[in-house]
């Protein structure tokens, strides 16, 4: 019980020497989870903290809409990410509304393949997604008058909060390679599926990663 008593003692000693009382109401709850999870370890309760090791232990935030960011999200600038969105709305100014886009004909479907993402990864890895964006991008500098919508899906696991956004990440990230390749950035939305529309069913890794996605629907004038 020394622990206890030692966390009781810097609790007053806060609360006594600090004369604001929302500073002092902030030390009271810090001072608080210290005591609580004080008297849990000593009750026997451990706080595990380890690295997982395959896909199917994500679980991702259940609870929580977030995406949490890691070393290489933070190497990688957001500015690529971050580019303006095209000036008119699908469906307004003579650009067409999102439910005339349709996926490409058989001719052009080689050229307009899905590309797949790791689990919680935005940012495409292997190389042969990579070598497709860029197809696609000479494809639209040659054919000014397509317009394409990337689409972003997830697997099932995690929030459909987290997933949305997640979905959002992906298209954004796909995007801001075409636009870097010298696509008009005017002809080519991202838009976020989340985890509602899988092409797999199942719960195992593998169709997990049929479903971690991007993929295309053109219009052409």
């Known amino acids: 019980m020394n622990r206890f008593a030692i966390f ?52 991702g935030a259940q609870d929580d809409d977030f995406i949490p960011l890691r070393d290489a999200d933070l190497k990688n600038t957001f500015a690529d990410t971050a580019l303006p969105q ?55 500098k040659k054919n000014p008058n397509v317009y394409l919508v990337i689409r972003g899906h997830t697997d099932e696991r995690a929030s459909a909060g987290y997933n949305m956004a997640l979905g959002t990440r992906r298209a954004n990230y796909v995007r801001s390679l075409l636009v870097k390749a010298g696509v008009d950035l005017n002809r080519v939305y991202a838009v976020s599926r989340g985890k509602e529309e899988p092409i797999a069913f199942g719960h195992t890794p593998d169709e997990w990663k049929q479903n971690r996605r991007a993929e295309f629907r053109i219009f052409e004038r």
């Open 8 to 59: 009781c003692s810097i609790f007053l000693l806060a609360a006594g020497c600090n004369h604001n009382s929302s500073q002092a109401w902030e030390d009271v709850k810090t001072a608080g989870r210290y005591m609580q999870r004080s008297v849990d370890t000593l009750w026997g309760k451990n706080y595990e903290s380890r690295m997982l090791t395959s896909d199917e232990e994500f679980v």
């Open 86 to 140: 095209p000036k008119g709305n699908p469906g307004e100014k003579g650009i067409p509304s999102l439910d005339l886009f349709y996926a490409p004909p058989a001719d052009l479907r080689s050229l307009f393949q899905t590309v797949h993402f790791e689990t919680d990864e935005h940012v495409l890895k292997d190389k042969e997604d990579i070598a497709a964006i860029s197809q696609i991008a000479a494809y639209l």
